[in-house]
């Protein structure tokens, strides 16, 4: 995973077209390739282009 490929949750929900907190309710239950730090989910942009695609 490189930097460039690590987006937060509001970015990952417009390019998986859901909201901020579907995404953050599929990040809790491991439905999407995330990571939290404290209170923050990240996510990798490269693996959820490809769920995305997937989900088309």
Same mark, same amino acid.
């Given at each position: 995973?490189? *930097?460039?490929?690590?987006? @937060?949750?509001?970015? &990952? &929900? #417009? /390019? *998986?077209? /859901?909201?901020? @907190? $579907?995404?953050?309710? *599929?990040? &809790?239950? @491991? %439905? *999407?390739?995330?990571?939290?730090? @404290? !209170? $923050?989910?990240? /996510?990798? !942009?490269? #693996? /959820?282009?490809? !769920? &995305?695609?997937?989900? %088309?």
């Amino acid at each position: 995973m490189s *930097l460039d490929d690590i987006i @937060g949750v509001n970015d &990952a &929900a #417009k /390019l *998986l077209q /859901l909201s901020p @907190g $579907t995404v953050k309710n *599929l990040c &809790a239950e @491991g %439905r *999407l390739p995330a990571k939290k730090i @404290g !209170k $923050t989910w990240i /996510l990798d !942009k490269s #693996k /959820l282009k490809i !769920k &995305a695609e997937k989900n %088309r």
